[in-house]
């Protein structure tokens, strides 16, 4: 089992620099459930090399409140230094310890070759790919007010439509290894009736891209209360041939690893009898 999902900071707490023993404590959590390895995947916004590179993409969005709202989130993201991180994980990796060094990437509309050129240089094992935004709106941001206003005007239908538009863009941008929390609009548990053409479209995006997806238990945590991706979804990764991790996207101590139980009884049903782990951005096949 992997929990290749790991943040180090608390939304809404200042990025602090990791240590060896923090990282540790991550380990030695993972390993009582059963874990053998950790991907440590901090979000690139979290940097302020993100800031220089990618600051000011949410201007193409028409609706000021939105654009307003994404500055203010990316002000109190963008303060920790990715070298720093990446010098920290490399030293875990070179204590021994069972961690590889990832980030959590998101999709940038129309900006992805400049994420490309932000990351080359550096040895990452892993790189997930998120979509955590449509246009400015970041719709997993439940309870605050602009984006809840922001569910309560768009049809669900076209948030899934909008959403599955930039997880192809990112798929075929090639830029990363793995799809976090594939069907994440279900985070508040609003979900289209029959969502068959987005599930299809996900697994043929990650597919065509080699990209892997992740099985994980964030979504147990949210509203939804159910894991990502949904068992349909799940089933059709199966039949595209699209490996998978497992992950539990603990943004501290106390969810590492969690639900792995859950996590093992999906990837059962869905006839997955191997996970994919990563180094140097290569996939290789570990027990579940
Ligand atoms: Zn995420
Ligand atoms: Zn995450």
Redesign the pocket.
């Known amino acids: 089992m992997l929990d290749y ?1 790991l ?1 180090l900071w608390p939304h809404g707490t200042r990025a602090s620099e990791p240590t060896l023993d923090e990282l540790a404590a991550y380990c030695e959590a993972a390993a009582a459930a059963g874990v053998t390895e950790l991907a440590l ?1 901090e ?1 690139l916004f979290r940097f302020v090399q993100a800031d220089g590179a990618l600051r000011g993409f949410w201007d193409d969005d028409p609706d000021p409140r939105l654009r307003t709202q994404l500055a203010g989130y990316w002000d109190d993201h963008a303060h920790a230094d990715l070298d720093v991180y990446v010098d920290a994980v490399l030293e875990a990796k070179a204590a021994g310890l069972p961690v590889v060094l990832g980030l ?1 990437v998101d999709h940038y509309a129309g900006r992805m070759d400049r994420v490309a050129a932000l990351l080359d240089g550096y040895p990452f094992d892993v790189l ?1 790919g ?1 979509v955590h935004w449509i246009g400015a709106w970041g719709f997993d941001q439940l309870g605050d007010p602009a984006v809840e206003a922001e569910w309560d005007q768009r049809a669900i239908d076209d948030v899934w439509d909008a959403y599955t538009d930039a997880l192809e863009e990112l798929a075929a941008s090639g830029v990363c290894d793995v799809l ?2 594939p069907d994440l609009p279900k985070v508040g548990g609003r979900r289209p009736a029959v969502p068959d053409e987005w599930y299809d479209r996900m697994a043929d995006a990650a597919a065509a891209s080699g990209m892997a997806a992740e099985v994980s238990s ?1 979504g147990c945590r949210k509203p939804v209360a159910e894991a990502y991706p949904a068992p349909a979804l799940l089933s059709r990764f199966r039949k595209a041939g699209v490996p998978v991790t497992t992950a539990s ?1 603990a ?1 501290g101590m106390a969810d590492v690893a969690s639900h792995g139980a859950e996590l093992r009884a999906l990837l059962a049903d869905a006839g997955y009898d191997s996970l994919v782990s990563f180094r140097a951005r290569r996939p290789a096949p570990v027990e579940v």
């Open positions: 999902h943040h995947t979000h959590e997930l998120s976090a929390h964030a996207d943004h």
